[in-house]
Structure formats: C-alpha cells, structure tokens
C-alpha cells in the first residue's frame, strides 16, 4: 500500500525489536528514512538497518537514553543533521514489569515512569521544532491500554503511560497550528521476545477471555496502524487513544 510517505524521515525510539522493529521495517516499506533508535540492541539495530539498506531503503541506527534529556536532544539533533529534518517521531521506547502495587519500590516508580513518561516528554520536546518545521509533523506514542482500563498488577506502568495518554491530547491542542498531529496507540498484550513464554503457555485460555478477537497480539499487528497515522490519510485525526488491542478495553 502505498500511503504517501516516501521522502519523509522518521525517528522509532525502542525501534530495535519487537514491536518497535516491525514499524521501522513498515515505515521503510513505504519509502520512509528511519532513524532507529536503541539503547542496549545496538546489534540488533545495525542488522535491521542493513536489512532495510538491503531492500533499498534508507536507515540507520542511534544509540541513546530516553530517561537522559541532554543526550535525547543530542540524538534528535543529530538525525535531523543526517536526514535534513524530521517529520515523524514514534515514541515506542517502554518496558513493563507486573508487580503487586504494594511490592513496588520507589526505585521501580522512578525506572517505570523515567522512561514511560519522562522518556516521551524528552522525545517531544526535543522534536517539536524539526516537527513545526516539517509543516506536517507527527507524534505517535505507544502505551498499554491498562492505563485507561486499569490492570492489577500494573499500577505504575498505567500510571506512567496514562500520562502519556493526557500529554498526547494536550500536544495536540498547543502545537496543531504548527502542523503537528499527536496521537497514540493503545496496546493490549503483545507476545514479543521479551515475553514469559511459558506463563504465557500455562494462561492462556485465561487470558485471551479478555480478547473478543480470542488472541493476544502480535508485533506485526500494531505496525500498520502506526504507518496510517504518520500518513497524510490522518491529516485531520488528532489527539486520540486508538486501541489496537484485539478488542481489550471493550471488556468490563
């Protein structure tokens, strides 16, 4: 499909694997220069990129901290100098730890909201004027969709990400006039590499009785929402929560 985006440059924090590694492949599918961002996958970010540069496209890879805002806007900064500007960020950077709320350390809330939160608002805030500049700027943010449902076990992670779920509305509103749009992708489960597989196996019929689709996801399901949003198609759709979660948060 062709979406329009060829000539455009984007950056995918956490674009390494995973989820992350199956929007840079979609972004670069359509023509899009991607920057992908990694902070411990440098191994598995250099193979996607010379996956991409294999296939004809254009990427390469950037080491760096999300949690840390001076070395966020060295980055950004320096792929807008690489590329000749930036059109898309993709804040997909983000882990989850289950935990029982009243286990939790103040060392987990700050590890879970450094990068789920704080991590974002760097991203933006670094990215916003090579976005104002494009005249057609994206951001596109990735959290669970916990953090509008509400999930045991995932307090901090929901708490952080429901951050990012107001700070994406409010994006949309301050910077709409400079030609930005701001949305985010809410994620029920996604079976990555980092997943528990055998509590996955042990569960399941558990699980998926909160899927009307009857399944947990996949990293190849997200993508292509992601690549429609960065797209002129979705010009006038902004500040939204769109759920690609199989169906999660319609279950009471």
């Known amino acids: ?35 992908i961002n990694y902070r411990g996958s440098e191994a598995a970010a250099k193979e996607l990129v010379a996956e991409i540069e294999v296939d004809g496209g254009t990427a390469r890879a950037y080491g760096g901290d999300v949690t840390d805002y001076d070395a966020t806007k060295a980055m950004i900064d320096q792929v807008a100098s690489d590329f000749g500007g930036l059109d ?22 700050h590890a879970q909201i450094d990068v789920g939160l704080y991590g974002v608002i760097h991203c933006c805030h670094a ?19 916990s953090a509008r449902v509400g999930e045991k076990n ?16 409010s ?6 006039r400079d030609g930005i749009t701001a949305n985010l992708v809410a994620l029920g489960l ?13 569960n399941m019929s558990k699980i998926v009785r909160n899927y009307p689709s009857g399944r947990i996801g996949q990293p190849e399901d997200i993508a292509p929402t ?10 006038w759709i902004t500040g939204q929560i769109i759920s690609v979660s199989g169906g999660y948060s319609t279950v009471g």
Not at 2 to 16: F, I, N, P, S
Not at 154 to 169: C, E, F, H, P, Q
């Open 127 to 145: 990215a916003a004027g090579y976005l104002a500049a494009s005249g057609d700027g994206r951001i596109i943010s990735l959290a669970g969709d």
């Open 1 to 35: 499909m062709d979406l329009g985006l060829k000539g455009k440059v984007a950056l995918v924090t956490g674009g390494a694997r995973d989820v992350g590694r199956e929007i840079v492949l979609a972004l670069a599918d359509e023509g899009v220069s991607v920057a």
């Open 88 to 109: 898309i960020l993709v804040n997909n950077a983000g882990y989850v730890t289950p935990q029982k709320f009243v286990e939790t350390t103040p060392a987990d809330w």
């Open 226 to 235: 992601i690549a429609f949003l960065a797209s002129s198609g979705a010009s």
């Open 154 to 169: 995932l307090a901090i992670t929901a708490a952080s990400r429901g951050g990012v779920m107001a700070l994406t509305k």
């Open 190 to 202: 996604v079976e990555t590499g980092h997943s528990d597989k055998a509590w996955l196996d042990a």
């Open 171 to 176: 994006l949309a509103k301050e910077l709409g």
